[in-house]
């Protein structure tokens, strides 16, 4: 017989370097497939490392790629330290990306100091109002948020596909899908010269800065952490937990938008239904590996995100398929939760009665 026995006194170094032994395995483990592929191993990890580190360029292009993922880490971080599961991040970028549009688009008039702010805020409301309802479904008829939150992501991709075939689209987009260009007092400032990398990863660091604050530091993290681990206990002690959820799901959301807000006044500058390639849903990855830790979500979305790149450019070397970076980054969220299990939990084989 084996019984699962909890672990005492695990120290906090060890816990933090789940993380890190994780991403080691993970690369480990995905050689095998590399090896079977027909790839030189070591030298396409060359070219892996090449294609993030080699250059300026490569470099930024890695914090350009995670700049998203660390907005939607940070969702996810914040919502899942509360047991509020959050799987719409998805819809909730996209409904960040059409507010920005919106307001960025000619809505308003002035200087960058007063038109960037808008954009952000707009995103981040929007965002937020998108997690809101999900929250609303859960406290007042114990709808399951997982549910309601990931089906919600559908129902607002398809309406901004509707909106950039429609209300939104560019006149001068020669027909394709697109919405207009935002105005240029409205884009996120570029933070070095012929390089994508934009003021939105200035703004995610800091996000990450304050969420780490807030979340460790003040009243308002300590009742979200006391419902997350016991919410009845929490009810019992007369927190307002149908409270704490509402104002977790605005700030989850919220950060959510972000993401997309990032995307469209920083990078690409308009609207189109491909504006992220699943950033949601890897952010709860990226949350996953930081063990849901705001300061830990930018070293796994630096992380995530070098994986991507540095795939790509493996790819292009190689002759392998990107995919592995899939791979791997899935292969160390298993290690991530296999490594937190046994440093939680021990397994301990105890004889049977005697017959």
């Known amino acids: 017989m084996i019984e699962i026995v909890p672990r005492e006194n695990v120290s ?4 933090a370097l789940v993380p890190v032994i994780a991403a080691v395995v993970a690369l480990l483990l995905a050689a095998i497939p590399l090896w079977a592929a027909g790839a030189p191993v070591i030298p396409s990890y060359a070219e892996m490392f090449k294609g993030v580190f080699g250059s300026m360029f490569t470099f930024t292009e890695m914090l350009t790629r995670a700049t998203p993922l660390i907005f939607t880490g940070l969702a996810a971080a914040v919502a ?3 047991r509020l599961w959050n799987i719409g991040a998805e819809g909730q970028l996209y409904l960040g990306a059409l507010a920005a549009v919106w307001v960025g688009t000619g809505m308003f008039d002035g200087p960058p100091m007063l038109m960037i702010p808008l954009v952000v805020l707009a995103g981040a409301v929007a965002g937020g109002l998108g997690m809101l309802f999900p929250a609303v479904l859960k ?7 997982v549910v309601t939150s990931l089906l919600l992501n559908f129902i607002v991709l398809i309406f901004v596909q509707m909106m950039l075939e429609g209300a939104f689209k560019d006149p001068m987009g020669l027909g394709w899908p697109q919405s207009a260009p935002i105005v240029d007092n409205a884009v996120l400032p570029q933070l070095l010269p012929r390089m994508r990398i934009h003021g939105g990863f200035l703004i995610a660091i800091v996000l990450a800065l304050i969420a780490w604050v807030v979340m460790s530091k003040t009243v308002w993290g300590l009742r979200l952490r006391a419902v ?4 009845a206990a929490a009810r019992h002690a007369g927190l307002g937990v149908n409270k704490v959820y509402l104002t977790v799901a605005l700030a989850s959301g919220g950060l959510a938008g972000l993401a997309g807000v990032s995307e469209v006044a920083g990078l690409k500058g308009y609207l189109t239904a491909d504006l992220s390639p699943g950033f949601g849903y890897t952010g709860i990855i990226v949350a996953m590996l930081a063990r849901l830790n705001p300061a830990g979500v930018v070293l796994a979305a630096l992380y ?6 540095g795939a790509d450019s493996m ?23 296999l490594g937190s299990f046994f440093v939680s939990f021990r397994l301990q084989f105890a004889r049977g009665p005697a017959a």
Do not use: K, P, W, Y
């Open 304 to 309: 995530v995100a070098s994986v991507f790149v």
């Open 80 to 82: 899942f330290r509360a």
């Open 315 to 337: 790819s292009r070397a190689m002759g392998v398929s990107s995919f592995l970076a899939d791979l791997t980054v899935s292969m160390s969220l298993i290690c991530v939760l």
């Open 139 to 145: 406290v007042r008829f114990g709808a399951d948020e």
């Open 228 to 231: 997350g681990e016991n919410r």
């Open 12 to 15: 906090r170094g060890m816990q």
